[in-house]
């Protein structure tokens, strides 16, 4: 199983990224998965989490009402869209997939999770 992160890169303050996780080795389409990031010298912290059907949708609240998460099942992918990016988003952003079916509880823990990409960075310049 593989979890494959893309769209990182440098923005300035105010810019947009979107991020991609593409997943292979099985398919995900019954599985929550969630985005994660960790900055220099902090810990892993959770950023945005999305239910099987994506009938429900979490998020830490620094980032809420700015990203915005979203799945397309049959390219078993999940989409992570940030804007009005904040030097405070520097990170490196990780993509997580949890092993067990129809999970909707504890999706910002990332204990949840089974599977983790190689994760991509995101710089934002003031």
């Known amino acids: 199983v593989q979890l494959v992160e893309s769209g990182g890169g440098l923005v300035q303050a105010g810019g947009s990224l979107r991020l991609s996780c593409a997943a292979s080795?099985?398919?995900?389409?019954?599985?929550?998965m969630g985005w994660f990031r960790q900055a220099p010298g902090k810990e892993r912290e959770f950023v945005a989490a999305?239910?099987?059907?994506?009938?429900?949708?979490y998020y830490a609240v620094a980032v809420k009402g700015r990203f915005t998460i979203a799945r397309d099942n049959a390219k078993n992918t999940v989409y992570l869209q940030m804007n009005n990016l904040k030097p405070e988003d520097t990170a490196v952003y990780y993509c997580?997939?949890?092993?067990?079916?129809?999970?909707?509880?504890?999706?910002?823990?990332?204990?949840?999770?089974?599977?983790w990409g190689q994760g991509t960075q995101v710089t934002v310049s003031s």
């Open positions: 997580a997939a949890d092993r067990d079916s129809y999970l909707r509880l504890h999706l910002a823990s990332h204990t949840t999770y089974d599977y």
């Open positions: 080795g099985r398919t995900f389409s019954t599985n929550a």
């Open positions: 999305i239910t099987w059907n994506a009938d429900t949708t």
